[in-house]
């Protein structure tokens, strides 16, 4: 299994764009989960999808940011427009049956620098 | 509400010491927990986890952590620290509620002196 792949690895873009940023889950894994990494707030749950419906977006930092999930093998977050303050590793995870005591399954992450 | 804390931002040992880390939780019902490892450039990776069974949990590479009710506490130790272990280190906590979600500690970065 080639685990759960993002893209891009990094994200360099100026204030004020449009930024994408993609995920493709384990197979089978009916979870899927983004998470925003930052130095000063550690790991926060941005948004989580269970069989590609949004169950909780309560962690979205404001309106700018959206997220999709248009198939079982896709997931989109996108920020529009960027700022500054955006800039951080964004992780996409999966699981097989979602919380409680079930493992992630994280990818690398992508890095975005918004400049 | 759940929660962790994690003391400090950064442990330094030496090769071949204990290594202790340390998490405290705060949860309304019976809690999972969970330490994530995380190495420079990669995702994290689950190391161990306790569900209610054994209150001593054995992880990968060596770890293992207590699960103490009366402290609030699932501190992570190794007896022998290798250069491999320099890394940064979660603990998390989601419960046995519907929809519960992970919530993790701002972590803890341990550095190995050889």
């Known amino acids: 299994d080639a685990g759960v792949i993002q893209s891009p690895r990094h994200e360099v873009t100026e204030m004020g764009q449009e930024v994408t940023l993609r995920c493709k889950p384990i197979s089978g894994h009916d979870y899927l989960f983004w998470y925003r990494q930052t130095m000063m707030r550690g790991l926060e749950l941005l948004i989580y999808?269970?069989?590609?419906?949004?169950?909780?977006d309560s962690g979205m930092p404001e309106d700018r940011f959206s997220a999709k999930m248009p198939n079982a093998s896709f997931s989109t977050l996108k920020i529009q427009p960027s700022e500054p303050r955006d800039s951080a590793v964004y992780f996409c995870a999966s699981s097989p049956r979602g919380l409680g005591n079930e493992k992630l399954f994280f990818g690398s992450g992508t890095q975005l620098s918004v400049l | 509400a759940q929660s962790v804390t994690q003391l400090g931002s950064h442990v330094s040992v030496s090769e071949g010491a204990l290594v202790l880390l340390r998490c405290n939780y705060s949860?309304?019902?019976?809690?999972?927990l969970f330490w994530y490892v995380q190495y420079p450039n990669q995702g994290l990776q689950l190391l161990l986890k306790?569900?209610?069974?054994?209150?001593l949990v054995k992880g990968i590479n060596g770890f293992e952590a207590e699960f103490k009710k009366s402290e609030t506490s699932f501190h992570l130790t190794k007896p022998s620290a290798h250069m491999s272990d320099a890394a940064e280190y979660f603990c998390a906590v989601s419960n046995t509620g519907a929809n519960s979600k992970l919530t993790f500690g701002k972590g803890i970065t341990l550095s190995v002196r050889p």
């Open positions: 949860s309304s019902v019976p809690p999972y």
């Open positions: 999808f269970n069989n590609n419906v949004p169950i909780d």
């Open positions: 306790y569900t209610s069974a054994a209150t």
